[in-house]
């Protein structure tokens, strides 16, 4: 007969026993709600509350954490999410800087990162480290590819540049020296100034001395206006183009009429009723509804890229669940196998297509061109 407190044990190691056999699945989120990139990180934020509750039968818990878009918090964060809550999979942070600090922490855990930032030196060049980060952003050569054709229809022949001295304006001005080569556009002047900087006087005087046919502006959120609105205050009269870090109704607001005609290329979402029906404008157009009721406004483009995160988790969630149970390496291992597997898969902002190459998995689906027009967005024609 077993004693009492050997039964007690007994019980207590078949609780715990079954509790890990219905652990659920937890997924972190890191974002910038606060500090100079909140304009990105408050509709990440927001739209946790709007991601798949369960999937294959299991309960997903979030855990979302701001890290005020400082990138040692972001680390802190990361750690703790790892560490101590031992998460399957994490999504974020918002900040290019801040994601490639964490890049090493996610690749030592085994731990997924889907990463709802800008900059494409997340994912490319593929190294081990990064086969364990996904992007729910379109890479910045799809994004310049058609910028610069529309540049070249223009007959652009002179370009500048003024992009954040940080990856996201770094990588751009890679990719753009690259295609305007190719194109035959002389980039004739390149400038670089901090997000939170309250002056870019200088930049722009040195960008209007070259006197550039026309000038793209590669900076994320907020710190996307102020290079435009500096240079038409300075008598700039060329074209401006922005990257798909303009891409939400802030840059309108801020922007008022000195932004009128800008061109950028980003996601279907910002022109919903203008674009022709498919998947991707079913669930785009779904998800603003979920969005827009529950907080009054209309999302950002940037918590679309949440958003698709839960998408592609929750498609590979079923084939993880085959090699592991949640809280496991093996589960981990196996969602970012399933992750890398990712096949048209339609999300708010394009169609998936993962491969190990390829941890972005967008084409030319995943890009409209727009132009601010009578202070809003419009389809480009």
Do not use: C
Not at 30 to 48: D, H
Not at 295 to 307: D, H, I, K, R, S
């Amino acid at each position: 007969m077993l004693s009492k407190t050997t039964l007690s044990a007994l019980i207590l190691s078949t609780t715990f026993l079954s509790s890990l056999a219905h652990a659920d699945i937890k997924i972190g989120v890191v974002t910038s709600s606060t500090g100079p990139i909140a304009l990105v990180g408050i509709p990440q934020k927001n739209t946790v509350a709007l991601l798949p509750e369960t999937v294959a039968g299991e309960k997903i818990t979030y855990i979302p954490l701001d890290d005020s878009s400082d990138p040692t918090a972001t680390v802190k964060a990361f750690k703790k999410l790892i560490d101590e809550d031992h998460v399957d999979a994490i999504i974020g942070p918002s900040g290019s800087p801040n994601a490639m600090g964490v890049i090493q922490f996610a690749a030592e855990s085994g731990t997924p990162m889907l990463a709802p930032v800008g900059t494409a030196a997340v994912v490319l060049p593929m190294t081990e480290q990064k086969k364990w980060v996904f992007k729910t952003t379109q890479n910045d050569d799809l994004i310049a590819a058609a910028l610069v054709d529309q540049m070249k229809q223009s007959g652009v022949k002179t370009l500048g540049l003024m992009g954040t001295a940080d990856p996201y304006g770094e990588n751009w001005a890679k990719v753009m020296k690259s295609l305007t080569e190719k194109a035959g556009i002389k980039i004739v002047a390149s400038e670089t100034f901090q997000r939170q900087d309250t002056s870019l006087t200088g930049q722009s005087l040195k960008i209007l001395m070259a006197s550039p046919d026309a000038v793209l502006i590669a900076a994320p959120g907020s710190s996307s206006v102020m290079p435009e609105t500096t240079l038409k205050d300075q008598g700039y009269a060329g074209t401006v183009y922005q990257t798909h870090g303009a891409a939400l109704d802030a840059f309108l607001k801020l922007g008022g009429k000195q932004v009128e005609g800008t061109i950028l290329a980003a996601s279907l979402m910002l022109v919903l009723d203008e674009v022709p029906d498919s998947a991707s404008k079913t669930i785009a157009s779904q998800y603003v509804s979920d969005y827009k009721q529950r907080y009054g406004e209309n999302p950002a483009t940037f918590g679309g890229n949440v958003y698709d995160a839960g998408l592609l988790l929750a498609n590979a969630i079923p084939t993880a669940l085959k090699s592991g149970q949640p809280g496991t390496a093996e589960f981990r291992s196996a969602l970012r196998d399933a992750l890398e597997q990712t096949h048209e898969l339609a999300g708010t902002q394009g169609v998936y297509n993962i491969t190990p190459a390829d941890h972005s998995g967008f084409d030319e689906r995943g890009r409209e061109l727009i132009t601010v027009k009578n202070g809003k967005w419009a389809l480009l024609h």
